[in-house]
């Protein structure tokens, strides 16, 4: 059994959708013909959705699709900004989650079923997950593997001990199991970006690419003030976020609440997670708020300690950390 | 010298029985797997710790536990590219899973009868933990307990209760679960399997929270938080099979179809927060209680495997049987020549190396081994 045309349309990444094109012979010039002008707006189209923050939802055939996905890898790798590489592989990580997620539910052929996660969860990500023998709309995965993905997920919910574990599988509905390999997913298409070698660009993609990267380059310059004076732990976490990395929440609570201890205000802490991926101004504020009191149970959250940003791997200890408890104590240091 | 020897004497008694004990034990002293990628540490009897230690195979080990003496040996759970550099530089490569339960850990009734308080300066006993001491007035205390028989078979069955939960719903075989003896009052689960070797401070972190119950919500059976403290509940289609579900659906005496009979116990506790606290209580309760940091660490350093513990003078031991292991008993392997010390408090009696000993503020003759007990624990001295 092996995955068809559809299938292609809805996970352009798999390796057997790349040898589609391959066998096309396609090239980056052939791009200039008039039949492929539909694809290139279309995925321009789909990138500036992306960038507003939302799933491009529309689901053609699969040649479309599989064109469509090129493009837009091409156009992105065109802006030659970061954070358009970023923002573009998440949402295209969403959106084959959504699919992935109504597949996995609708599906009846257990076959095609355990093809789609063999492809998208073994061949890519080397997780293996199975169909729970009970019952096929459960799925299960090794507890190794879930604590692995798990782990960064800041809910309640995803904590092992609120899931169902047994003989070393942690079991899971779709939705689960495809949420726990979003973030593989966006750093694979990513590192597809990244290593595109791209020459000979038709003109017209050149100037969809300079129109995408005027319209969404991030309008302010992001400097990290004097950045000799933050702990190695706050300027590790500056440095990853100025590079359009998407941070784990606990990082994220450790520089807000760093930020607002030294006095940093609301607006300017809102500015520093500007180039997260999936940073949406509104939540921002308010979880930023929440921390300094402002909102919710009115209560102002503390810099977390060094030993607990060491058991979350979020301390990067120097000699000039000393014998400090907590970041803050670098700072006065410092002074 | 550290606080923890009262004398000269007592400290130098001790360190001869220690060395009598790696002449003759060293066979004892286990070799652990990728020797060369971990790190070492030891405690001296005067000097202090010292870490980042490196040895290439076990023989270089018995030559330092010989030479130096140690009063506690410690190897790392984890495995490095370069075990002597400093901790960011090590590369590390992974560590073994361990899990510690100590009888302090259990909240044991029995636990107050075999308390003793000591002044932590000069080792004078004190009724408790308040007020000067007697003799130096200083107020720093230091808490010694004689584990019990009882305390033994409650942590024996912590420790069987864990290895269920390792291998029913970790997936864990008992040839990758090693249960160890810590030498004084709890048991330390080596876990080799090597998938578990590289999750890191938060991954374990969550594993640990599994074990004792922790952050547990109403969500694992499927109660979620509605409106105005409202719920609303949907049956995973998971079901109560196994793990936690499970064993909270039993205590609850629902199932799938029990959707109406969990809504009224809901209502009745008072909503679902209140609802969430009575789960939580209940999974604190059964939750196995393991010393979540020992877990958590992926850099720490474990007394090892057939070394003695400074606060017993026993050793760390591996135990084949866990239903036939007599830790004060198995454990007690220094020597029983005769020697004679004062004992501090009043009316002791402990069991230790078969023998049950009855000791009363006073000079006694004792075994080396029960002497060296006792005087690890500060309540004797050498005379």
């Known amino acids: 059994m092996k995955l068809g045309t559809a299938d292609f349309a809805k996970y352009p990444f798999l390796n057997e959708a790349s040898k589609f094109l391959a066998e096309s012979h ?62 573009h592989s998440l949402f295209e990580a969403m959106r084959a989650e959504a699919f992935l997620i109504q597949d996995l539910r609708s599906e009846r052929d257990e076959r095609k079923k355990q093809l789609l996660l063999f492809e998208i969860f073994k061949e890519l990500f080397k997780v293996e997950v199975d169909i729970d023998p009970e019952n096929a709309q459960v799925f299960r995965m090794k507890v190794t593997d879930y604590l692995v993905r798990s782990s960064h997920f800041h809910e309640e919910g995803w904590k092992v001990v609120n899931k169902t574990v047994h003989g070393g599988y942690v079991y899971l509905d779709a939705e ?53 004076d933050y702990p190695p732990c706050i300027k590790h976490a500056l440095d990853l976020m100025s590079k359009g990395e998407n941070l784990p929440h606990t990082a994220r609570l450790m520089v807000a609440t760093y930020m607002l201890s030294v006095g940093k205000s609301i607006d300017s802490i809102v500015t520093l997670f500007h180039p997260a991926p999936d940073f949406n101004e509104k939540i921002t504020r308010y979880q930023i708020e929440h921390l300094a009191g402002l909102k919710g149970g009115q209560t102002r959250y503390n810099v977390p300690s060094c030993s607990k940003l060491n058991s979350e791997d979020l301390c990067f200890r120097t000699l000039d950390c000393g014998e400090i408890t907590n970041p803050l104590k670098f700072r006065r240091r410092a002074e | 010298m550290s606080n923890l020897w009262n004398s000269t004497s007592d400290l130098s008694f001790v360190r ?138 409650s942590l024996r069955n912590e420790v069987k209760k864990l290895i269920t939960i390792l291998t029913d719903e970790f997936g864990l075989g008992n040839e990758n679960i090693s249960v160890y003896f810590s030498g004084n009052s709890g048991f330390h689960l080596y876990i080799y399997d090597a998938c578990f070797h590289h999750l890191d401070s938060r991954a374990r972190s969550d594993l640990v929270g599994y074990i004792l ?3 547990i919500g109403p969500e694992v059976i499927g109660v979620r938080k509605g409106a105005n403290n409202k719920v609303s509940i949907k049956f ?34 008072g909503g679902y927060e209140e609802f969430g606290k009575y789960i939580r209580e209940y999974a604190k309760e059964i939750g196995i209680k393991i010393d979540p940091q020992v877990t958590i660490d992926i850099h720490r350093i474990f007394r090892h495997g057939g070394t003695l513990n400074s606060k017993s003078g026993l050793s760390k031991l591996r135990c084949v049987d866990l239903n036939k ?51 690890c624990k500060g309540l004797a001295t050498t005379i």
């Open chain 2, 213 to 215: 119950g922790n952050g």
């Open chain 1, 176 to 228: 689960e199991i495809v949420r726990l390999v979003r973030n593989e997913l966006s750093n694979f298409i990513y590192e597809k970006i990244r290593a595109m070698s791209l020459s000979n660009v038709p003109q017209p993609m050149v100037q969809k690419a300079n129109d995408l990267a005027l319209k969404f380059r991030p309008t302010f310059e992001y400097k990290l003030p004097r950045i000799s």
């Open chain 2, 325 to 375: 292991f007599d830790p004060l008993n198995d454990a007690c392997l220094l020597s029983d020549t005769e020697v004679q010390v004062y004992v501090k408090p009043s009316n002791l009696k402990f069991k230790l190396g078969g023998h049950t000993f009855t000791a009363s503020h006073r000079k006694e003759k004792l075994p080396t081994y029960a002497a060296v007990y006792l005087i």
């Open chain 1, 26 to 87: 396609l090239d980056v010039d052939e791009f200039n013909r008039p039949e492929m002008e539909y694809i290139i707006d279309r995925a321009a189209v789909r990138v500036e959705v992306e960038m507003q923050g939302k799933i491009y939802k529309n689901l053609e055939r699969h040649e479309v699709e599989v064109l469509t996905f090129l493009s837009a890898l091409i156009l992105v790798k065109l802006t030659k900004v970061e954070q358009i590489f970023k923002k």
């Open chain 2, 16 to 153: 001869n029985a220690f060395r009598e004990y790696y002449f003759k034990h060293n066979d004892l002293v286990e070799t652990p797997s990728r020797i060369n990628e971990r790190e070492f540490g030891l405690m001296t009897f005067q000097t202090g710790m010292t870490r980042h230690l490196s040895f290439n195979n076990i023989r270089e080990v018995y030559a330092t536990l010989i030479r130096n003496t140690p009063s506690d040996f410690y190897c790392s759970n984890a495995y490095y590219n370069f075990p002597t550099n400093s901790m960011q530089d090590k590369g590390w490569k992974g560590a073994d899973l361990i899990f510690d339960i100590d009888a302090k850990d259990l909240g044991l009734s029995c636990e107050v009868t075999h308390r003793y308080h000591l002044c932590a300066n000069c080792g004078e006993m004190k009724d408790s933990t308040d007020g000067p001491c007697p003799r130096c007035k200083n107020l720093t205390v230091r808490v010694e307990s004689i584990p019990c028989s009882n305390c033994f078979i």
């Open chain 2, 236 to 269: 995973s289609k998971i079901g109560f099979r196994y793990g936690w579900s499970m064993r909270l659906a039993r205590k609850l005496r629902i199932d799938q179809s029990s959707l109406s009979k969990l809504t009224n116990l809901i209502n009745k506790l």
